[in-house]
């Protein structure tokens, strides 16, 4: 973060889980799993665990936090994926069942760059399942939906069910074809769910995007900026939507509290 200290912090890899009435369990990327030990054993790609350590308990791992909701692994149905980082995608071998999805962007610009392109990425192709292409649904192939007026200045997004249930945001930036998600919780809260866009809430509160060095992984710093400026603009306009980062302490927090 622009100002932040030169220091080591704690950076949770948060996923999102929707029980959803008629589509059963959705996911919003995975977060890590023991696969990412197993795809950054190689060097180059260990580089990847020496630049970001991570840590994850065994309980940590999300199909175990999923049995202790009482959900295995064979019952999640779909799992949308914001972006391809190894800190978003590394659980997706874990769940056999489910179909992606993901941006047409996001995944040619996987497939087109080369092993140390995607490294350098932030990229982790043996992450991805053998059968990755046939479980693939594409975004961009589902239709507009234009979204509540409380997301303004974000209009519309993909009706990734058709049923107008959850909305895929493009978020572009942080990678070519980053995806958010909005949807209405069962108490009418609305969410929207923004990965990378924004690392925490303070940066959007304070406008203090990424330093240059930390958006050296970016597909656009451009884009980022673009899209980073417009959920500053939702946050301060206070609607009621709850903005969810994928790497927020203090959204861990109150979200953990029932107070977000």
């Not at 799992?79 to 590394?90: K, L, M």
């Not at 932030?122 to 234009?146: I, N, Q, S, W, Y």
């Amino acid at each position: 973060m622009r100002g932040g200290r030169w220091s080591s912090l704690r950076f949770p890899a948060l996923c999102g889980v929707i029980e959803h009435p008629e589509h059963g369990v959705i996911l919003f990327d995975t977060g890590y799993s023991p696969h990412f030990f197993e795809a950054t054993q190689p060097f180059p790609e260990r580089a990847y665990r020496w630049i970001t350590p991570p840590t994850l308990a065994p309980k940590k791992t999300l199909v175990a936090q999923l049995a202790g909701l009482g959900i295995a692994a064979n019952e999640v149905r779909h799992i949308i994926i914001s972006h391809y980082h190894g800190d978003h995608i590394a659980g997706l071998k874990d769940f056999p069942q489910a179909r992606f999805w993901s941006t047409h962007a996001d995944f040619h610009a996987l497939l087109k760059r080369s092993r140390l392109g995607n490294l350098l990425h932030g990229c982790l192709p043996a992450l991805l399942p053998a059968d990755f292409a046939a479980r693939l649904e594409v975004a961009e192939e589902t239709k507009h939906m234009p979204l509540p007026r409380e997301f303004q200045p974000f209009d519309y997004g993909f009706d990734l069910f058709g049923d107008g249930s959850v909305a895929g945001i493009p978020l572009p930036g942080h990678s070519a074809g980053q995806l958010g998600i909005a949807f209405r919780r069962a108490d009418g809260r609305h969410v929207f769910l923004v990965a990378d866009a924004a690392w925490t809430r303070r940066a959007l509160d304070e406008d203090r995007p990424p330093t240059w060095i930390a958006s050296r992984i970016f597909d656009s710093r451009r884009d980022y900026h673009t899209t980073f400026a417009r959920l500053r603009e939702l946050a301060a306009r206070r609607t009621g939507v709850a903005i969810v980062p994928s790497h927020c302490e203090r959204t861990l927090k109150d979200w953990q509290n029932e107070t977000y």
